[in-house]
């Protein structure tokens, strides 16, 4: 109760992004630029299950198509199952001639989500609400993700023991590459790449998006 009165005082002093040491957690717009998709990790930097269930702790105050609720989740910290995970995705398609991630920058922690009925689009927006809202939450952390569809899921369902076909793979870690957002014109190019070591993704501008 005491540490709720606090949390509440703190808010109404400094406003309502406000911690115990007066210091403003970032805004949406700062967390959304800094949420990249990231491929390569710095290994020094173990995740702690306890921060993958941080993580998975948003979606039960997420919106579901008719509140169904589908998705389930299984943590993989560092080990033989994180291997297993490795193994059975792909990184960078776009980028074949690199083999990312590169060796000594692989992911090593990860949320494989699962559903409850088949894959159809009710479940894919429930989904890709999801990977997006752990991913904010990963950053507001100081980590960073990438949402991963490219990988085996029979394989991967079967070398992890799951009741449930995986939908998609969220790796978690601390970013060890610079990723650089590229405004570009519609009709551009948008395939990403790199440049002088940072890898650059080109961004439609906001003119270009509304119709």
């Known amino acids: 109760m005491a540490d ?3 949390e509440k005082r703190y ?8 911690s115990k040491t007066g210091a403003r957690r970032p805004g949406l717009d700062i967390l959304l630029a800094r949420n ?18 941080t993580l998975i702790a948003v979606n039960p105050k997420l919106a579901s198509g008719m509140n169904a609720q589908r998705l389930r989740f299984h943590p993989v910290v560092k ?5 297993a995970v490795l193994a059975n995705i792909g990184l960078g398609a776009a980028l074949p001639e690199l083999h ?13 989500v699962c559903a409850t009925c088949e894959e159809n689009p009710i479940v894919d927006i429930d989904l890709g609400i999801s990977l997006q809202s752990m991913a904010l939450k990963a950053v507001e952390l100081g980590l ?4 991963i569809r490219n ?18 793979v969220l790796a978690v870690g601390k970013p060890a590459e610079t990723v650089e957002l590229r405004p570009v014109r519609a009709g551009e190019p ?19 998006l509304i119709i």
Not at 144 to 147: D, F, L, Q, Y
Not at 159 to 166: I, Q, R, T, V, Y
């Open 4 to 6: 709720n009165y606090l």
């Open 100 to 112: 990312l991630p590169l060796p000594g920058s692989e992911p090593e922690a990860f949320i494989v």
């Open 11 to 18: 808010a109404e002093v400094f406003g309502p992004g406000a």
């Open 144 to 147: 960073g993700c990438v949402m």
């Open 79 to 83: 080990g033989p199952q994180a291997d």
């Open 190 to 208: 948008l395939k990403y790449y790199r440049e002088e070591g940072r890898h650059i993704v080109p961004k439609i501008v906001l003119e270009d």
């Open 151 to 168: 990988f085996k899921p029979e394989a991967l369902q079967s070398a992890l023991g799951l009741p449930l076909k995986p939908l998609a």
């Open 36 to 53: 990249r998709s990231f491929r390569g990790y710095d290994k020094s930097y173990v995740v702690h299950p306890r921060q993958l269930e």
